[in-house]
């Protein structure tokens, strides 16, 4: 892993400082939280902006971020995790991402297989395969979607201090412990 200022590489989102840098690896968890992923890094007090993983990252526990602020984690590859949740970060994955939720600002150019999408919004390239959908969660036309169901009564306006609605997001947390596993 390597730190490099934002500036020497071309990355997909407007980010100021240093990124950090890795080959695709299996990870037990990722915090995205500027401070948290400096820590993580063992670069405690460095602000990072973001993480680019050259490859595929497989993560044992779930990628989060829920602060008021958020590095972006570029994966190119695949991405597979209990659960990615972000409040503020911004996630891209190039190839395909499974996991039991995806939750926040995410992009995947490949296949999703997820339990529950909840959008903030999320963007997919590719087929969708999920249980449950909530909020914005795009596709681009003639993307297979299977099994895929919008639950209108989960939805209310229920929105904390930066306009995320936290009611839908907690039914489908409870929902999702319910559901049988992906594998």
Same mark, same amino acid.
């Given at each position: ?12 989102? %407007?980010?100021?400082?240093?990124? *950090? ?5 299996? @990870? ?13 890094? $063992?670069?405690? !007090?460095?602000? @990072? *902006?973001?993480?680019?993983? $050259? ?8 990628? &989060?971020? @829920?602060?008021?602020?958020? %590095? ?8 597979? *995790?209990?659960?990615?949740? &972000? +409040?503020?970060?911004? =996630?891209?994955?190039? !190839? ?5 939720? /995806?939750?926040?600002? @995410? ?5 999703? $297989? ?8 999320? $963007?997919?390239?590719?087929? =969708? ?5 909530? !909020?914005?969660?795009? &596709? ?8 895929? +169901?919008?639950?209108?009564?989960? +939805? ?18 409870? /929902? ?8």
């Amino acid at each position: 892993m390597e730190l490099v200022d934002a500036s020497t590489l071309q990355l997909p989102f %407007p980010a100021n400082g240093l990124v *950090a840098v890795m080959l695709g690896r299996d @990870i037990l968890g990722l915090p995205l939280e500027s401070d948290a992923l400096g820590e993580w890094l $063992r670069e405690p !007090g460095r602000p @990072i *902006a973001g993480m680019v993983v $050259r490859g595929d990252l497989r993560a044992k526990y779930p990628i &989060t971020n @829920i602060g008021p602020e958020g %590095p972006f984690l570029w994966v190119q590859g695949d991405l597979k *995790a209990p659960a990615v949740v &972000t +409040r503020t970060s911004q =996630v891209l994955v190039e !190839g395909n991402a499974e996991a039991s939720m /995806l939750a926040g600002a @995410i992009e995947v150019q490949g296949d999703v $297989r997820a339990k529950v999408l909840q959008g903030g919004p999320i $963007r997919v390239h590719g087929a =969708v395969a999920a249980l449950l959908a909530l !909020g914005q969660v795009q &596709t681009d036309p003639g993307s297979a979607v299977i099994a895929f +169901r919008s639950a209108e009564v989960l +939805r209310d306006d229920l929105r904390d201090e930066h306009g995320v609605a936290m009611r839908p997001l907690l039914r489908a947390i409870r /929902l999702e412990q319910r559901l049988l596993k992906l594998h």
